[in-house]
């Protein structure tokens, strides 16, 4: 082989051998740095992994306590609703209790009135007595609606 002897296709064979051998060089260099951000993005995970895993174990722990307390108000709530209950139980026993009396007694002073005055007016003890009898009934009927009763 002699210098003189130097051909376009030998020319074409060193532009590719130099070609490839930069190409390479770039390869090398890109899988360096892409090496030393895998070794970054690892480093990062590991310290988050250390740092996050407590802190969840403590949310964990957290959300045990609340749901703890949570039971604790529940069966509060519930003895509350027991209470409100026998409270409204007593209050109608003794609404019950005290308007059955007052409702006759307010039913005998309407009834006496009205068969007083009926007396005085008419002169007759029977339509007295049936007057008052009417007004005694219609008191009762009008004072058990006013207090949600319902007839008599």
């Known amino acids: 082989m002699t210098l003189g ?7 074409a064979y060193l532009a590719l051998a130099v070609f490839l051998f930069l190409v390479g060089l770039g390869l090398a260099w890109v ?6 951000t895998f070794s970054r993005l690892t480093t ?3 310290r988050t992994e250390r740092e996050v ?21 529940d069966t509060m709530t519930d003895s509350a609703v027991d209470a409100v ?23 005998v002073v309407a009834g006496a009135a009205h068969g007083a005055s009926s007396l005085r007016a008419r002169r ?13 009934a219609r008191r009762e009927r009008d004072l058990a609606e006013e207090l949600g009763e319902g007839p008599v």
């Not at 026998?86 to 009396?101: F, G, I, L, Q």
């Open 31 to 36: 899988f360096l740095a892409l090496g030393g």
């Open 124 to 136: 007759s003890w029977s339509g007295a007595v049936r007057a008052g009898k009417e007004a005694a």
């Open 85 to 107: 209950a026998a409270v409204d139980a007593a209050v109608r026993t003794v609404s019950n209790a005290v308007s059955k009396p007052v409702r006759k007694l307010a039913g």
């Open 5 to 11: 002897a130097f051909t376009w296709g030998d020319l």
């Open 53 to 73: 895993l407590p802190v969840i174990t403590k949310v964990g722990g957290t959300i045990d306590r609340v749901n703890e307390q949570l039971d604790k108000v």
């Open 44 to 46: 990062f995970i590991r």
